[in-house]
């Protein structure tokens, strides 16, 4: 009987511990274990080669997991059902991306994962979120305006 020792490392080097190894599966059967760094190092190459499918499936796995939404489609739906504009404000020069003041943020109920209740302007988004959790707040805001 042939006696298996087991490999120590990756074709490209890593160390195979059970702490480095990923078991991988083709057609949904078990193919083997897999290198993490190898598997790192494979995704980031896939990622700079194509940004635009990486984007999109890191965007609609965050607004599934986040607010119930599960496509850029639905979340698009659903500011062209707002008229394309702040549910808010009624703001309309906003856009999806990244950065923070001229993009569109989605409303959610803070504490409660997966909800949404509109698509907001920054400047909405912040406003509504301070207003819902200190009452406080808006007191102090009120005094303040009516001093001036």
């Known amino acids: 009987m042939a006696n298996h020792k087991q490999k120590s490392q990756c074709i490209n080097g890593h160390e195979l511990s059970p702490e480095n ?5 083709k057609n949904g059967m078990k193919n083997g274990r897999k290198c993490r760094q190898c598997g790192r190092d494979d995704q980031k190459v896939y990622r700079g080669e194509h940004p635009q499918d990486f984007y999109r499936r890191r965007i609609e796995s965050q607004m599934r997991l986040r607010y119930g939404i599960n496509s850029i489609e639905e979340r698009d739906a659903l500011l062209t059902a707002q008229g394309g ?6 703001r309309t020069d906003c856009k999806w ?3 923070w003041l001229n993009v569109w943020h989605i409303d959610h109920k803070h ?6 209740r509109g698509i ?6 912040v406003i509504v979120g ?3 959790t200190s009452s406080v707040f808006i007191q102090k805001c009120r ?3 009516a001093k001036w």
């Open 21 to 25: 190894t990923y078991q991988t599966y």
């Open 85 to 90: 504009a702040c549910a808010a404000c009624g």
């Open 97 to 99: 991306g990244r950065g």
């Open 111 to 116: 504490g409660k994962v997966g909800t949404h």
């Open 120 to 125: 907001l302007c920054a400047r909405c988004n």
């Open 130 to 132: 301070i207003l819902e």
């Open 143 to 145: 005094d303040y305006l």
